[in-house]
């Protein structure tokens, strides 16, 4: 069975650090782009970034950029998101969903299928 | 302020046929697939239309999508109180290099 599922969430103060992590199983990892979505309480879904299967192109949305870094151990069937410089617009449940092909070009693909998420709290 | 423009809340009763609309530009609806998802209530998003009208393993005929132009719509039809949940829409933006989401449908069973 494919699956995706997220862990690494928790507290953190306000210009903090903390990195996700997302375990995936029942597919050649290698072979398929990932992607991070989360979702502010009572708000709808905000794409956060995108990796290519091999690692080698990363997308990130405005929001984030400059201060989340996305990556991938294909040895390790794991996919990371480390979060710099934390504020409060950051608070939100992390999903890390995968790909339906390695990521050449996002504009033929889809998220499936998606982990239950990690919440991550940014508050003093 | 979504990318993509769905409207907030839409309802029907039980048996009967919902229509959700997804409208977007040239830069992503129009050039590229649109895939809806559906959330229910505390749970995780799960696919359910992908490349604009197909529906993965176990996802019910009731359920179908289409696209014209910058507009995507996803069809519920046999309406039932188990289809109570948000559905977004989402595509590919050539313009942003990035993934936009609609900003989600409530979707109520009377």
């Known amino acids: 069975e494919v699956q995706v599922s997220e862990s690494g969430g928790g507290l953190v103060q306000p210009g903090g650090s903390l990195r996700l992590s997302c375990a995936a199983s029942?597919?050649?990892?290698?072979?398929?782009?990932m992607t991070w979505v989360r979702q502010a309480p009572g708000k709808g879904l905000e794409w956060v970034s995108s990796?290519?299967?091999?690692?080698?192109?990363?997308y990130y949305a405005d929001s984030v950029k400059g201060r989340f870094l996305i990556s991938r151990e294909n040895s390790k069937n794991t996919l990371y998101l480390q979060m710099n410089s934390l504020r409060a617009e950051d608070t939100a449940v992390y999903y890390c969903a995968k790909e339906s092909h390695e990521g050449l070009w996002f504009g033929d693909s889809w998220f499936d299928p998606w982990g239950q998420g990690t919440l991550v709290t940014i508050s003093s | 302020q979504s990318v993509l423009t769905q409207t907030p809340s839409a309802s029907g009763t039980p048996g009967q046929r919902v229509t959700i609309s997804c409208s977007g530009s040239?830069?992503?609806?129009?050039?590229?697939?649109v895939n809806w998802y559906q959330q229910l209530p505390g749970t995780a998003p799960k696919l359910l239309i992908y490349s604009n009208n197909q529906r993965p393993s176990g996802v019910p005929d009731r359920f179908s999508g289409s696209k014209s132009g910058t507009s995507a719509s996803l069809a519920i039809s046999g309406l039932q109180s188990e289809d109570e949940a948000d559905y977004y829409c989402?595509?590919?933006?050539?313009?942003?290099?990035?993934?936009?989401f609609g900003g989600g449908t409530r979707l109520t069973v009377l």
């Open positions: 990796i290519t299967g091999s690692g080698d192109d990363t």
């Open positions: 029942g597919f050649t990892f290698t072979n398929y782009a």
């Open positions: 040239i830069s992503h609806i129009r050039s590229n697939i």
């Open positions: 989402a595509a590919w933006d050539d313009s942003l290099n990035a993934w936009v």
